[in-house]
């Protein structure tokens, strides 16, 4: 029997993809990769200009790319974007949950407002947005894939002042296997991509802000390209590659996973380790 061509596994040709979150940092760079693998891309995030702005550049770039408006962790929005998605293309093939919001406050100092706050974005947004799209993947019957950024923070907490983002980032993984489960009898895939620290707009904005209980958010960032194994930190496209697999048919028989795009900081051991030096 043939096997099917790369260019064929990859393509994302004649399906339509949201994105969250897209009006920078890895969601810019996600809804790059979907767009360049030809999808119908909606850079959906509540920074309207931004949406434009990103939208307008993979335009440039010949892609197809449509910016709109959504908070999130407001259901009424939710609604109404994947609803003008839907009627705009016919379907939502893939969806990326790729908003969220971090901060660093101490457990005992965290303002619970903050804490709410955290949860409603990045745990309740990603619940409305799938619910809304998964009810429309499950009565067209064409299935679907969804994917969901997570963290590192999945797994461990990677450093202190992080109990609310870390606390959600669980969640995430909760979620994406809760969801693996019940919607593989409709042929819809859920899985996670799990990114270790990327400098991008949000995190170089928490950086030069700092914190405001007194954790010194520099010195966080500082030496984890020296504790990672690849010595480098993620960059934004390592991100949208991984979505990329994730949401095409390259990764046809995979759902319920966990893909961690890290550098290889997860599996080091905890104490003692001395990166390669290169040999
Ligand atoms: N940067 C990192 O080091 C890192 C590491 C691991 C995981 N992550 C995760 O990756 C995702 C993207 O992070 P980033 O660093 O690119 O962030 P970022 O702050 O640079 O970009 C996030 C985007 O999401 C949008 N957004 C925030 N809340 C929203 C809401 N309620 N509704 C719609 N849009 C909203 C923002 O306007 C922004 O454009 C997040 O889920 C984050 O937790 C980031």
């Known amino acids: 029997m ?16 949201i994105v969250t979150g897209a009006a920078q940092g890895f969601g810019a760079a996600i809804a790059r990769r979907l767009g360049e693998a030809g ?62 919001i971090y901060s660093n406050y101490y457990f005992a100092q965290m303002p619970p407002q903050e804490f709410a706050d955290t949860v409603s974005v990045n745990v309740v947004g990603t619940f409305q947005m799938s619910q809304e799209v998964v009810q429309r993947m499950v009565a067209d019957r064409q299935g679907g894939s969804i ?28 979620m994406t296997k809760s ?25 170089i904005a928490l950086v030069t802000a700092g914190a405001p209980e007194g954790i010194d958010v520099e010195a966080q960032w500082d030496g984890i390209k020296e504790r990672t194994p690849l010595r480098r930190l993620c960059d934004p496209d390592d991100v949208a590659r991984a979505v990329l697999f994730l949401a095409s048919d390259m990764a046809a028989f995979v759902t319920g996973a966990f893909l961690v795009v890290d550098g290889g900081i997860l599996v080091q051991p905890l104490e003692g380790y001395v990166p390669p030096s290169g040999h």
């Open 147 to 174: 994917v969901n950024i997570a963290s590192v923070d999945a797994f461990n907490t990677s450093a202190e002042g992080l109990a609310h983002y870390t606390t959600s980032k669980h969640a995430i993984g909760g």
């Open 39 to 100: 999808a119908a891309v909606f850079v959906a995030d509540r920074n309207v200009e931004g949406a434009e702005q990103s939208a307008e550049r993979l335009r440039n770039l010949g892609y197809n790319a449509t910016a709109c408006s959504v908070d999130i962790a407001d259901r009424g929005k939710v609604t109404a974007l994947v609803d003008a998605a839907a009627e705009r293309t016919g379907r939502v093939d893939i969806l990326v949950n790729n908003a969220g």
């Open 2 to 17: 043939a096997l099917p061509g790369i260019n064929e596994l990859v393509s994302l040709d004649g399906k339509c993809a």
């Open 179 to 203: 969801m693996a489960i019940e919607l593989a009898a409709h042929s819809i895939r859920v899985n996670a991509v799990c990114p270790g620290a990327a400098m991008t707009e949000g995190a």
